[in-house]
């Protein structure tokens, strides 16, 4: 069997920071456990129906909020936390259970957390109040991570030239079904009550499970020792809540409002009480010396910083400069969708595969700076032409490319092939929770600018969210390769 050399069993890695051994591309799994033809396609199918169980929670609510508010009478203030409560879980879950499955297994962790999702959409379906409702969608968040563990099996199971394709066709499923769900989310709550969206997403995650109990490989993984570090997990859970409540309340109540520094006090308290818990642990939930290798924090830096910068230009700037009457282009909520966010998602679809595929072949390093690269340019041409909807409409669908594509796909494949060999699943999983921070970050930085309503207030959003983005091409020039890749 032909295997790239982007992918190595080899557990020693190119990194610089004087622990050479210590992190690198583990084996992925013994070669009579890789699947391939039908067995890999049943394994990816399946795996695509069990993140879908979770995009479709996330993207179908969004336009039923309005329904919900209404249907219980709430503020939309209120409302948002069907939303908020669910993402929260998410950053939490990832990590967590996501180095746990290194010690119960892959398969246990993805029906543990579709069970409990499935319990959360049952809630969400009979609850009599907003507060119940919300208790149901933080229990659905959980779901977030079968994203992790979904390139963990692919990487573990497939054989390394099938690894960048399945991949990307995951990641392309992040940005959502090619930007239908929201309008079938919308019909769904207009025309059938709100509540239908759940029934459908339970039913999926139904079909899900019985996928996974008959198609995913069973066992524990044969490279993680040790017990699951709770402490660890604790700490680091705290830390993404006092964050997470960190950014949002930035924006609204004010960066050096009393609240707002409470919470960054609280922020720093419960990350070093992580680092100092991770130091003393003998199978920690990452090890501190993994924290500061060249394999993990320029990852995470990475996708932090761009999806601050990009996804706040295209899921917050561009939807207010078009739909703005005078400083913008005055489309209507639905063309302006139509223009600004289903093409960007649509060409996604197909480029997160083709990434994936050419990640395998020229190198997952130079896939992730190209497309964080072409991204800053698409970047660049919407500051420099806010004002001209033709040029702002090219430079986000070239965003599907390069950002849903190329850069979703590959920092994604790098976060598992740069975790640590006794912990396959840790950087994938802390990965994962830095959409989120990334995501939300970026918004409230340019919210006070957009939110002027004036065409200086959106250029300078843009502007600002290009500065985030270059600083995000800067930090992947320092993510080392997986060992046997050339730059």
């Known amino acids: 069997m032909n295997i790239p050399n982007t992918v190595t069993a080899d557990p020693v890695s190119a990194d610089t920071s004087g622990d050479a051994t210590a992190v690198g591309v583990h084996p992925v799994a013994p070669a009579k456990a890789r699947v391939e033809g039908r067995a890999a396609a049943f394994l990816i199918t399946t795996l695509v129906l069990a993140v879908l169980s979770f995009q479709l929670n996330a993207s179908m609510i969004t336009p039923a909020l309005p329904h919900i508010g209404e249907f219980f009478g709430a503020t939309p203030e209120a409302v948002a936390q069907v939303q908020s409560m669910f993402f929260l879980a998410g950053a939490i879950a990832g990590p967590v259970i996501g180095r746990w499955s290194d010690f119960i297994g892959r398969k246990t962790a993805l029906l543990l957390v579709l069970g409990i999702m499935g319990a959360g959409t049952v809630l969400c379906v009979v609850a009599p109040s907003l507060p119940l409702l919300v208790a149901g969608r933080f229990m659905q968040g959980v779901s977030s991570a079968i994203f992790a563990l979904s ?18 066709i995951i990641a392309a499923i992040n940005g959502g079904v090619g930007g239908v769900d929201g309008y079938f989310g919308g019909l769904m709550a207009e025309t059938l009550g709100f509540q239908s969206i759940f029934v459908a997403v339970l039913v999926l995650a139904v079909i899900a499970a019985v996928c996974v109990i008959k198609v995913v490989p069973g ?30 309340t930035g924006s609204s109540a004010g960066w050096t409002a009393p609240t707002t520094l409470a919470l960054l006090a609280g922020s720093v308290a419960s990350f070093t009480a992580f680092w100092l818990i991770e130091k003393r642990r003998s199978t920690p ?27 706040a230009i295209i899921n917050f700037t561009v939807v207010l400069l078009s739909q703005d009457k005078t400083g913008g282009f005055g489309l209507s909520a639905s063309v302006s969708a139509l223009l600004f966010l289903t093409p960007a998602a649509l060409i996604g679809v197909f480029a997160a595969p083709l990434a994936g595929w050419i990640a395998d072949r020229r190198g997952w390093i130079k896939t992730v700076r190209v497309g964080t690269l072409a991204s800053l340019a698409c970047a660049i041409v919407a500051a420099l032409f806010a004002d001209n909807q033709i040029l702002v409409l090219v430079a986000i669908a070239s965003l599907g490319i390069f950002y849903n594509g190329f850069f979703l796909t590959s920092i994604n494949g790098l976060s598992v092939l740069l975790s640590p060999k006794e912990a396959p699943a840790a950087l994938a999983s802390i990965n994962g929770a830095s959409f989120g921070i990334g995501a939300s970050l970026g918004v409230v930085v340019v919210a006070p600018f957009a939110g002027l309503g004036t065409a200086e207030g959106y250029s300078t959003a843009l502007w600002i969210s290009v500065g985030i983005t270059v600083l995000a091409f800067v930090v992947s020039l320092f993510i080392a390769a997986p060992k046997g890749e050339k730059l």
Not at 151 to 158: G, K, S, V
Not at 232 to 247: D, M, N, R
Request: hydrophobic letters at 50%; aromatic letters at 14%.
């Open 151 to 168: 390139y963990i099996l692919l990487n573990e199971n497939l054989p390394a030239r099938l690894f960048g394709t399945s991949v990307g």
């Open 219 to 248: 066992g524990r993984p044969e490279t993680a020792t040790g017990r699951m570090d709770w402490w660890g997990a604790g700490s680091l859970s705290v830390f993404l809540v006092f964050i997470t409540y960190f950014v949002t």
């Open 285 to 311: 939930l990452v090890a501190v010396h993994h924290l500061r290798s060249r394999q993990v924090w320029p990852v995470i830096a990475t996708t932090v910083l761009t999806l601050a910068g990009i996804f």
